[in-house]
């Protein structure tokens, strides 16, 4: 590697270029800064500021579904007393964790990637990026390429097509473009959906509004966290942040996994739980049964996390309300439901779900082979097979993001210390037994993974090849296993293999 200290300007030329400014971006960089000083790194960003979807969405109520302990990097504590937190609180953090760190001098902003090509000649990557203000494209190059990009489409979210939306007299919104002019107070507002986004809109919208309706096609699972952790700090008070940030981390991840594990072994069991807890926010006379008990077992999909039960708490008080029917058309007062009844609305908020997009959309490369993402298998999760010098980031889906994300990058920082020591320039992950069956990278029924899972990297089923949702076995591959592994390719100039 390098010797250049990264405390030089952002370079055309690095050692790591890193695409994206997000939660993902961020923790590489700050990896890379903490555990590879000499390494030179640069990140891309397409938007004009940092923090990836915590900047893109701005819909009201937008904050965290994992508690920050988890949520939040290992190197840099949480100290707000929110565990579940807003999103400018986020925000906050990612700006403090980038100037802590001291990375704005790597940030180029409004780049957007487009292509990059792997040279096994050069032994290095070229990087095309296009600059948003004025459609200028420049050349990066860099011995790896570490994509921080996430899965969703920023373009872009997902709204079915829906007959009769144009005779709609009022405002049609997604929360993925949220009109900053957008005046709610007093307005009947009908949100269709019933996922996070939808479950944070309701409660947030409902002091002002006249009226909030969820119009849910079918229930999910619903569970009320308190926002702030008693224990946490009390922890922090008697131990202070560091070490009191280590304790509840450890405590989090565990009451968080043990939750899941509980769906998955016993789901009838967890169900009854899940339900009953939902019964105790509401009043007696509520349809839980209609409203709130799923027909899928839980985790299929996710859980929906609400703070302090905010959302029971805005139907208990009759500022806001939920509807459980089909869609039969828009019509132009409101919606035309297939059981006849019809909503009046005059704001209808399609928070109907997101688009997947695999590395935001760049075209990659190798030796001027375009690389078909769907043919290849994830190594770790984390690298693609038949694609040197490459690594990225996907969270769980069942835990903190940022979890996985701190892993990923602090094996990433193993695996260049082990190149510099045995000389490596290169290394390609190399699937040795094609035969091996390939399943999606997730497995959730959401409707959003259902739809894009298709265009991503597959995963294996057998040794490295697998993609893990299992804190406690990434932390056995990725923090204490061995870097070297048979899957490995490595070439150099004083070593091949």
Same mark, same amino acid.
């Given at each position: 590697?390098?010797?250049?200290?990264?405390?030089?300007?952002?370079?055309?030329?690095?050692?790591?270029?890193?695409?994206?400014?997000?939660?993902?971006?961020?923790?590489?960089?700050?990896?890379?800064?903490?555990?590879?000083?000499?390494?030179?790194?640069?990140?891309?960003?397409?938007?004009?500021?940092?923090?990836?979807?915590?900047?893109?969405?701005?819909?009201?109520?937008?904050?965290?579904?994992?508690?920050?302990?988890?949520?939040?990097?290992?190197?840099?504590?949480?100290?707000?007393?929110?565990?579940?937190?807003?999103?400018?609180?986020?925000?906050?953090?990612?700006?403090?964790?980038?100037?802590?760190?001291? &990375?704005?001098?790597?940030?180029?902003?409004?780049?957007?990637?487009?292509?990059?090509?792997?040279?096994?000649?050069?032994?290095?990557?070229?990087?095309?990026?296009?600059?948003?203000?004025?459609? !200028?494209?420049?050349?990066?190059?860099?011995?790896?390429? &570490?994509?921080?990009?996430?899965?969703?489409?920023?373009?872009?979210?997902?709204?079915?097509?829906?007959?009769?939306?144009?005779?709609?007299?009022?405002?049609?919104?997604?929360?993925?473009?949220?009109? !900053?002019?957008?005046?709610?107070?007093?307005?009947?507002?009908?949100?269709?959906?019933?996922?996070?986004?939808?479950?944070?809109?309701?409660?947030?919208?409902?002091?002002?509004?006249?009226?909030?309706?969820?119009?849910?096609?079918?229930?999910?699972?619903?569970?009320?966290?308190?926002?702030?952790?008693?224990?946490?700090?009390?922890?922090?008070?008697?131990?202070?942040?560091?070490?009191?940030?280590?304790?509840?981390?450890?405590?989090?991840?565990?009451?968080?996994?043990?939750?899941?594990?509980?769906?998955?072994?016993?789901?009838?069991?967890?169900?009854?739980?899940?339900?009953?807890?939902?019964?105790?926010?509401?009043?007696?006379?509520?349809?839980?049964?209609?409203?709130?008990?799923?027909?899928?077992?839980?985790?299929?999909?996710?859980?929906?996390?609400?703070?302090?039960?905010?959302?029971?708490?805005?139907?208990?008080?009759?500022?806001?309300?939920?509807?459980?029917?089909?869609?039969?058309?828009?019509?132009?007062?409101?919606?035309?439901? !297939?059981?006849?009844? !019809?909503?009046?609305?005059?704001?209808?908020?399609?928070?109907?779900?997101?688009?997947?997009?695999?590395?935001?959309?760049?075209?990659?490369?190798?030796?001027?082979?375009?690389?078909?993402?769907?043919?290849?298998?994830?190594?770790?999760?984390?690298?693609?097979?038949?694609?040197?010098?490459?690594?990225?980031?996907?969270?769980?889906?069942?835990?903190?993001?940022?979890?996985?994300?701190?892993?990923?990058?602090?094996?990433?920082?193993?695996?260049?210390?082990?190149?510099?020591?045995?000389?490596?320039?290169?290394?390609?992950?190399?699937?040795?037994?094609?035969?091996?069956?390939?399943?999606?990278?997730?497995?959730?029924?959401?409707?959003?993974?259902?739809?894009?899972?298709?265009?991503?990297?597959?995963?294996?089923?057998?040794?490295?090849?697998?993609?893990?949702?299992?804190?406690?076995?990434?932390?056995?591959?990725?923090?204490?296993?061995?870097?070297?592994?048979?899957?490995?390719?490595?070439?150099?100039?004083?070593?091949?293999?």
């Amino acid at each position: 590697m390098s010797n250049r200290s990264n405390g030089s300007p952002p370079a055309a030329d690095v050692d790591v270029l890193i695409v994206g400014a997000g939660i993902s971006g961020i923790g590489a960089a700050g990896h890379l800064a903490s555990q590879r000083p000499g390494t030179t790194f640069t990140i891309l960003e397409a938007r004009e500021s940092i923090g990836g979807t915590w900047d893109l969405f701005r819909y009201p109520g937008i904050r965290s579904d994992s508690d920050m302990s988890t949520f939040g990097y290992g190197f840099k504590p949480w100290t707000h007393r929110k565990a579940i937190a807003d999103g400018h609180l986020i925000l906050d953090y990612l700006q403090q964790t980038v100037a802590d760190k001291r &990375l704005a001098r790597h940030i180029r902003f409004g780049h957007r990637v487009v292509g990059a090509e792997f040279s096994t000649a050069e032994r290095r990557w070229t990087v095309t990026a296009e600059r948003a203000d004025s459609g !200028e494209q420049l050349t990066f190059t860099a011995r790896f390429l &570490l994509l921080g990009t996430g899965y969703y489409d920023h373009g872009e979210g997902f709204t079915p097509e829906f007959a009769g939306v144009e005779d709609f007299r009022g405002r049609v919104v997604h929360p993925q473009h949220w009109p !900053e002019d957008l005046d709610y107070a007093g307005k009947q507002v009908l949100v269709i959906g019933s996922g996070a986004t939808a479950v944070t809109l309701i409660p947030a919208m409902a002091g002002r509004a006249g009226h909030v309706t969820m119009l849910q096609r079918s229930p999910g699972y619903i569970f009320s966290l308190p926002s702030e952790d008693v224990v946490a700090g009390v922890l922090r008070k008697v131990l202070g942040q560091r070490r009191a940030h280590k304790l509840v981390r450890r405590k989090n991840i565990w009451l968080t996994r043990s939750m899941y594990k509980l769906c998955r072994r016993a789901p009838k069991l967890a169900r009854r739980l899940l339900i009953a807890r939902v019964r105790r926010e509401l009043p007696q006379h509520f349809d839980v049964d209609t409203h709130f008990t799923p027909s899928y077992a839980p985790w299929d999909q996710r859980l929906c996390v609400v703070p302090d039960g905010d959302l029971f708490k805005a139907l208990s008080s009759g500022r806001a309300s939920v509807v459980t029917d089909r869609i039969s058309r828009f019509t132009a007062s409101g919606i035309l439901l !297939e059981s006849g009844r !019809e909503l009046a609305a005059d704001i209808i908020v399609t928070a109907t779900g997101l688009n997947m997009s695999p590395f935001g959309k760049m075209r990659l490369q190798v030796d001027g082979r375009p690389v078909d993402l769907s043919d290849t298998t994830a190594y770790k999760a984390m690298m693609l097979s038949g694609v040197p010098n490459l690594a990225f980031a996907l969270g769980y889906t069942n835990l903190s993001w940022t979890l996985k994300v701190d892993l990923v990058w602090e094996h990433f920082c193993r695996l260049l210390d082990h190149m510099d020591a045995h000389g490596y320039d290169t290394v390609t992950p190399v699937l040795h037994d094609p035969a091996m069956e390939r399943v999606p990278f997730m497995n959730l029924s959401a409707g959003y993974v259902e739809r894009g899972i298709g265009a991503f990297p597959r995963a294996g089923t057998r040794g490295p090849w697998t993609v893990e949702m299992a804190y406690e076995k990434d932390v056995e591959r990725l923090r204490d296993g061995p870097v070297a592994d048979a899957a490995l390719h490595f070439t150099g100039a004083r070593r091949a293999r």
